[in-house]
C-alpha cells in the first residue's frame, strides 16, 4: 500500500489523490500541513529534502516527491497513461506546460487569495499572475476546441495534472466563463468514474 503525505487543500497533492482513487490503488493519506511548517521538520526532510508535499511513499519504503512525477509512476502500465511513444510525449508536453505556464500562475493566485490576509502586499502580484493565468488557459481553450482531452484523444494523467487548479480557478481571481471549452473540459473529468472533489 502507498502513503501519501500531503494536504488536503493543495492541488498538487489532490492530483496525486484523484489519480490513486480512480487507479483503484489502496493508499494512506497522513494530512501534512505545508502552511504551519509540517514539511519542515527533520523527520519529513528526511523524507523529501525539497520539504514539499505531495510525498509518496513507495510500497518499498522509498519516497517519490513532485506531483507530476509521483503521476507518472502511478499510471505506468495503466489507461492513463498512453503505451506509444508520441502519446506519451504529449501527456509530458502538457504536464510541463502545466507545471511551468499554468500552475505558477493560476495556483498561486489561489493561495495569496485564499491563505494571505487581505492587507499582504503580496495582492499586488495578482494582475500579472492573472495576465500570465489567463494566458494558459486561453493555451488550453484551443486545444480543447479541437480535441477532446490533453493528450492521445482520451483521458489520462495530463488531464488530472490540468484539472487540479483549473477546476478551482475562480478561488484565485479567474473567470471560466470567458473558455468555455475549458468549461466543457472540466464537466467531462468530473464525469470520469471514482472521481472524487477538492477537500478545500
Known amino acids: 500500500m502507498f502513503t501519501v503525505y500531503g494536504m488536503a487543500d493543495s492541488g498538487n497533492c ?36 525539497n520539504g514539499k508535499v505531495p510525498t509518496l511513499q513507495l510500497q518499498d519504503g522509498g519516497f517519490l516527491p513532485e506531483s507530476n512525477a509521483i503521476l507518472a509512476y502511478l499510471a505506468e502500465g495503466s489507461p492513463l497513461m ?48 492573472r495576465e500570465r493565468g489567463n494566458q494558459a488557459l486561453a493555451v488550453m481553450e ?24 483549473t477546476h478551482c480557478a475562480d478561488a484565485g481571481g479567474f473567470d471560466l466563463r470567458r473558455f468555455p471549452a475549458v468549461g466543457a473540459w472540466l464537466e467531462r473529468v468530473r464525469s470520469q468514474p471514482r472521481h472524487v472533489p477538492l477537500q478545500a
Do not use: C
Open 82 to 129: 498512453p503505451v506509444d511513444r508520441l502519446g506519451r510525449a504529449r501527456v509530458l508536453q502538457w504536464m510541463f506546460f502545466e507545471q511551468y505556464s499554468h500552475e505558477p500562475y493560476i495556483a498561486v493566485a489561489r493561495f495569496i487569495m485564499r491563505y494571505l490576509p487581505s492587507d499582504t502586499p503580496r495582492r499586488a502580484e495578482l494582475p500579472r499572475l
Open 14 to 49: 489532490y492530483k496525486v489523490k484523484l489519480a490513486l482513487e480512480q487507479l483503484g490503488l489502496g493508499y494512506r493519506w497522513i494530512e501534512t500541513d505545508s502552511t504551519g511548517g509540517a514539511t519542515r521538520t527533520a523527520e519529513f526532510l528526511a523524507k523529501n529534502p
Open 142 to 165: 484551443q486545444h480543447l476546441r479541437r480535441e477532446p482531452y490533453f493528450a492521445a484523444g482520451h483521458y489520462s494523467v495530463a488531464d488530472i495534472a490540468l484539472y487540479a487548479y
